[in-house]
């Protein structure tokens, strides 16, 4: 908004910390609005501003006391819990939500509310029962370089593996034997075919699934060292195993190294 230089004021919670430094100034009492601080200026503020920009909890803001709206565009709706999503959409006489609920659903951590259908956002329940109303966004702004180029520049290969592998839990640890063998496997496949320990490495969000990967790949290094022996060192010792040198290491970590 700010870009394209269209006029709105932003909305802010308990906290003016909470808001964007770039569009602080868009606050009432802010650069743009300086008299939005009095019961005046922000009476004379709602008249005036045609875009609000707004939480959806923070649709109890008085400015909006007495307002309506011809369009409420709701973005990441799918995140959004069904109870939130309905106080914004209630200050228009149509409204726009914007997501996609096959990623993130809205946050439930009460076990019986998300049996109960809490974590099942509006967005999910509307787009599923009118699959006619949905349009499908197929351009995006925001994509990281990095991985824009990972295709066709780089190489990736993606493997579903949700048929036949699942996870396992224990004390909170969670790990995926499947999946820890295909990966040894293809760990194996590469060493064999000439690509370099140091040139691999394995990398999974769980400490659990580390320890299991770990494992594999030692499994993977006696093997090749049973099939395909080192030669002696000029000392008569045995150079290193083919899979020495893979690291395996949780996302974090991997995040520290780079």
């Known amino acids: 908004l700010v870009a394209a230089a269209v006029q709105f004021v932003r909305l802010p919670g308990s906290s003016l910390d909470a808001v964007h430094p770039g569009v602080r100034g868009h606050t009432p009492g802010g650069e743009r609005y300086p008299a939005g601080n009095s019961a005046e200026g922000l009476t004379q503020l709602a008249a005036d501003v045609k875009v609000v920009a707004v939480t959806c909890l923070g649709v109890r803001h008085p400015l909006l006391a007495r307002r309506s709206f011809d369009v409420c565009v709701l973005d990441e ?48 329940r509307l787009s599923e029962a009118h699959p006619q109303a949905v349009v499908q966004l197929c351009r995006q702004y925001r994509m990281a370089e990095e991985i824009q180029a990972l295709d066709p520049e780089r190489r990736v290969v993606f493997l579903d593996t949700a048929d036949s592998c699942h996870d396992s839990c224990s004390q909170e640890a969670v790990s995926n034997l499947g999946e820890a063998q295909i990966i040894a496997r293809l760990v194996q496949s590469l060493l064999l075919c000439g690509a370099q320990p140091a040139d691999l490495g394995l990398v999974s969000p769980f400490r659990a699934q580390v320890s299991l990967l770990q494992r594999k790949v030692a499994e993977v290094q006696s093997a090749l060292a049973l099939d395909h022996p080192a030669p002696s060192t000029a000392a008569g010792s045995a150079a290193s195993t083919p899979a020495s040198g893979i690291e395996v290491l949780t996302i974090d970590k991997w995040l520290q190294q780079a």
Not at 80 to 103: E, I, Y
Request: proline letters at 10%; aromatic letters at 4%.
């Open 77 to 124: 709706a799918s995140q959004v819990a069904l109870p939130a999503s309905l106080g914004p959409l209630s200050l228009a006489s149509s409204f726009v939500l914007v997501g996609d609920h096959h990623q993130l659903p809205p946050l439930v951590t009460n076990p019986a509310a998300a049996a109960q259908g809490m974590s099942e956002s509006l967005f999910k």
